[in-house]
């Protein structure tokens, strides 16, 4: 297949384990494997302690497919299918997608989202925000961008890069244009349980429509990125049995370490989540303060849920310009909106590491020494 560069994945291969400071991280802060292992019941440990390291089952295996089944309403293990989370993506696209279909995609978001479609030859409409409502998705905009063969419906929330969560009501409606239309719907919810206020979390998009499709995995929420471990929800059985074939020409199956890993990690997500949202909440507050000293810089939009945002840039550079020279002079690293395709003029900034106070300092300082020398 031809697919375009992902270019914020390149963008991260070239600055993350080289720039001192990450400020665009999407992922909360990693536990470490003795933090994990601590909270393991004996029956968990005893799979890890006799693991065998050999292949498992293409779904995944089945105490973690009924431990993932556990955090849904009306799942049972038999509809997960266990896949490296992008690697959901790929599948999911390329089982229901056809040249020529017709695919409506919330963005700006995760290039894969509709890179891929396109890649499959088809026509991909963007569902855009308006930053001046908070980043607010219309629901009747999205309405008018449907055809009557629109295949396919596609929405991340909370929101990557903005940090926006709709409103219950809006979110129903959004459901019900797919359900009208008999679209599958492909939620990506990878930033699920890290809403602002817990009382905003949405329904999973497979708790409410058959044609749904869920995305969640423990990158974010759980802050074990590592063991690259997520899943994809659905009752669609056709669909995630063509997945699950599909799946035989990529991993084929998930690394037996991190699925038993994964199991301890959701029987513990009360407790691994909580831990985070404590932290996003008291990084939040960091931010608040840093927005409210530095307006002359920065207009931003507080996200509701999530672990990023994106504010807009007011000093007289681009975005891209501005990440680089950043990253140049104090080892800072930023995300410019040119590597979401969505202008020159925001930047996205993660808030789920515990580092974040230091270097929001350092930035601070760097903005003084750049951008406010010698004014009064």
Request: hydrophobic share 40%.
């Amino acid at each position: 297949m031809k697919i375009q560069p992902f270019a914020l994945e390149r963008y991260f291969a070239r600055h993350e384990f080289s720039a001192r400071h990450l400020l665009s991280s999407s992922d909360c802060e990693s536990l470490t494997m003795a933090q994990l292992l601590r909270t393991a019941d004996p029956e968990t440990m005893a799979l890890w302690e006799n693991l065998k390291l050999g292949y498992t089952e293409t779904p995944g295996h089945p105490a973690l497919r009924e431990a993932v089944a556990e955090i849904y309403d009306g799942l049972t293990a038999d509809d997960i299918l266990v896949v490296v989370p992008e690697e959901g993506i790929f599948l999911l696209m390329n089982a229901l997608l056809r040249p020529g279909d017709h695919v409506v995609c919330a963005f700006p978001g995760y290039q894969s989202l509709y890179e891929i479609a396109r890649s499959i030859g088809c026509t991909v409409d963007t569902w855009q925000p308006d930053e001046d409502r908070g980043w607010h998705f219309d629901v009747g905009d999205l309405e008018r961008k449907l055809r009557p063969d629109t295949r396919l419906i596609v929405v991340n929330f909370p929101h990557n890069p903005t940090g926006f969560l709709p409103a219950f009501g809006d979110y129903a409606e959004v459901i019900e244009l797919a359900r009208s239309r008999g679209a599958y719907l492909f939620s990506d919810e990878m930033y699920r349980y890290l809403e602002v206020d817990k009382a905003d979390t949405l329904h999973s998009a497979c708790e409410l429509y058959g044609r749904a499709f869920s995305l969640f995995g423990l990158s974010k929420s759980f802050g074990v990125p590592g063991l690259r471990v997520g899943w994809v929800a659905s009752r669609d059985r056709d669909g995630l049995d063509r997945m699950s074939m599909l799946k035989d020409y990529t991993t084929i199956c998930a690394s037996a370490p991190s699925e038993i890993l994964a199991i301890m990690a959701l029987k513990s997500r009360k407790s691994i989540i909580s831990g985070h949202r404590e932290r996003l909440l008291n990084n939040l507050a960091v931010l608040d303060r840093f927005f409210a000293e530095y307006p002359d810089c920065f207009q931003w939009v507080r996200p509701k849920g999530g672990s990023i945002c994106f504010p807009r840039l007011k000093i007289d550079q681009g975005a891209e310009a501005f990440c680089d020279t950043l990253v140049e002079k104090t080892g800072i690293m930023l995300v410019p909106s040119t590597l979401f395709g969505y202008g020159d003029t925001h930047v996205r900034i993660g808030f789920g590491r515990e580092n974040l106070p230091d270097v929001i300092d350092r930035f601070a300082g760097y903005l003084d020494a750049t951008f406010r020398s010698g004014k009064s």
